[in-house]
C-alpha cells in the first residue's frame, strides 16, 4: 500500500498569510493526488485533483503543484473561511490512501 | 444538484451487524464509481472501499475485508455497506463519495455515524 505522510500536522497562520501544506507519498504517484478540506462538522471538499488542478467553484487562491513523490497544496493569502483541516489522497491505486491530515489554525 | 444521502448509522454491540444506505440523485448514478470513506471521532479520514460503475469491481481497506461487503443498484441509484463482526475500532461517521477515476471523490455525503460499543 501506497503511505501518504503530510506536513506539517497543523500551522497557526493570520488572515493574509500564504500557507504551503506538503505531501510526499511512499512510491512514486505520477501526479494521481487530490486535496481535500474539510470543517469541523462537515463532509471533505474537492479543492484540488490531478496534483494540479482546480477544482470548479474553488477560489484562485488555492493552488497545488508537484509530482512523483512530493506534493504541495499552497493558500496564497488566507481568508477566514480558510481555516479547516486538509488532506491529500492519492489516487494512483488502491487502497487509495489519504494523509493524516494538516490543521490549518488562526494565529 | 448532485446529493448524497447516508442512512443506516446507529449504535450496535461487538460482533454485530449493521447496513449503511446512501441514496444518490441529481446525477446520473450508472455513470460513476462510488466509494466508502470513514472517519473515527477525532481522526483523519479512512479510505474503506471502492465499487466500479458496474459493480463487478470492488475494493477494500485491509482493516475490514473479509467483514464489510460494498455493493450497489443502479437501477435504485442507490448504494450499499453491509458491516458484519463489527469491532469498536470501526466506531466512525461514514461518508459515501462519488469517484472519478484517477481524480478523487468530487461530492460527498453528510455521513451517517456508527458506533460499536457494548
Known amino acids: 500500500d501506497i503511505q501518504m505522510t503530510q506536513s506539517p500536522s497543523s500551522v497557526s497562520a493570520s488572515v493574509g498569510d500564504r500557507v504551503a501544506i506538503t505531501c510526499r507519498a511512499s512510491?512514486?504517484?505520477?501526479?494521481?493526488l487530490a486535496w481535500y478540506q474539510q470543517k469541523p462538522g462537515k463532509a471533505p471538499k474537492l479543492l484540488i485533483y490531478?496534483?494540479?488542478s482546480l477544482q470548479s467553484g474553488v477560489p484562485s487562491r488555492f493552488s497545488g503543484s508537484g509530482s512523483g513523490t512530493d506534493f504541495t497544496l499552497t493558500i496564497s493569502s488566507l481568508q477566514s473561511e480558510d481555516f479547516a483541516t486538509y488532506y491529500c489522497?492519492?489516487?494512483?491505486?488502491?487502497?487509495?490512501?489519504f494523509g493524516g491530515g494538516s490543521k490549518v489554525e488562526i494565529k | 444538484q448532485v446529493q448524497l444521502v447516508e442512512s443506516g448509522g446507529g449504535l450496535v454491540k461487538p460482533g454485530g451487524s449493521l447496513r449503511l444506505s446512501c441514496a444518490a440523485s441529481?446525477?446520473?448514478?450508472?455513470?460513476?464509481?462510488m466509494g466508502w470513506i470513514r472517519q473515527a471521532p477525532g481522526k483523519g479520514l479512512e479510505w474503506v472501499s471502492y465499487?466500479?460503475?458496474?459493480?463487478?469491481?470492488?475494493y477494500y481497506a485491509d482493516s475490514v475485508k473479509g467483514r464489510f461487503t460494498n455493493s450497489r443498484d443502479n437501477a435504485k441509484n442507490s448504494l450499499y455497506l453491509q458491516m458484519n463482526s463489527l469491532r469498536a475500532e470501526d466506531t466512525a461517521v461514514y461518508f459515501c463519495?462519488?469517484?472519478?477515476?484517477?481524480?478523487?471523490?468530487?461530492?460527498w455525503g453528510q455521513g451517517a455515524l456508527v458506533t460499536v460499543s457494548s
Open positions: 465499487i466500479s460503475i458496474s459493480g463487478d469491481t470492488i
Open positions: 463519495a462519488r469517484g472519478i477515476i484517477s481524480v478523487g471523490l468530487d461530492y
Open positions: 441529481g446525477f446520473t448514478f450508472s455513470d460513476y464509481y
Open positions: 489522497q492519492q489516487v494512483n491505486s488502491f487502497p487509495a490512501t
Open positions: 490531478a496534483a494540479s
Open positions: 512510491q512514486y504517484i505520477s501526479t494521481y
